[in-house]
């Protein structure tokens, strides 16, 4: 890997991964190319942001499209495709779900999720879990029970209470009067690719 560029990524970005010293510049759906042109497949997927792959031509082309025609649309307006995403979105997602807020990244979903939960039922208290994980923003971190993330930025806005994972019992007894709403991975990821038990995951929604 010789390129004098790269030592700008070394000297001013901010560290806060190891990093291999592999040069990526190019990828077609689940590979990816070096700079020496070595191929390698992509089970890394950019943490999850590319897990439909790279260049997958279908979606480049529906992006592409999109840039011809209008790249940003404020909610203030209506935007048909928008709408016609919205449909898809709900196609696919349980009954119950009554309202889309689209946001840009996992953490601000979480965030937008506990103000939601915190407004409507007019308490302050969380139930997380053991080892998940939900981001690196001050509410998402509040919920994240790992200690490496979290150390260096309490104390952080929300009271929450952990509870071990998939230990059921548990829950029970957090559960609590001031509770807003519990928040869960179906399968942690940071934690160590742990998936719920149903009866866990049954038993906190009622
Ligand atoms: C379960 C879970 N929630 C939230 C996040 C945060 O997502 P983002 O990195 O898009 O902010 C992650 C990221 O790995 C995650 O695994």
Do not use: C
């Amino acid at each position: 890997m010789s390129n004098d560029l790269l030592r700008f990524e070394d000297e001013y970005l901010a560290r806060y991964y190891s990093k291999k010293p592999i040069n990526i510049v190019r990828g077609y759906m689940q590979y990816v190319w070096d700079s020496g042109n070595n191929k390698y497949l992509d089970m890394h997927t950019g943490f999850g942001v590319a897990f439909l792959g790279h260049r997958n031509p279908r979606i480049v082309n529906a992006i592409k499209e999109q840039l011809d025609k209008i790249i940003t649309v404020p909610l203030t307006f209506y935007n048909d495709v928008r709408a016609e995403f919205i449909r898809e979105f709900m196609r696919v997602v349980p009954n119950s779900f009554g309202k889309v807020f689209l946001q840009n990244s996992g953490t601000e979903a979480v965030e937008v999720a506990l103000k939601i939960a915190r407004k409507i039922s007019g308490k302050a208290e969380f139930l997380a879990f053991m080892n998940s994980f939900h981001g690196r923003t001050m509410g998402s971190l509040s919920v994240t029970g790992n200690e490496k993330y979290r150390k260096a930025f309490e104390p952080l806005p929300y009271k929450v209470r952990f509870a071990p994972f998939n230990a059921v019992d548990q829950v029970d007894k957090l559960v609590t009067e001031d509770l807003a709403a519990a928040i869960v991975e179906p399968i942690q990821g940071e934690g160590g690719v742990n998936p719920a038990k149903q009866n866990s995951l049954g038993r906190l929604g009622r």
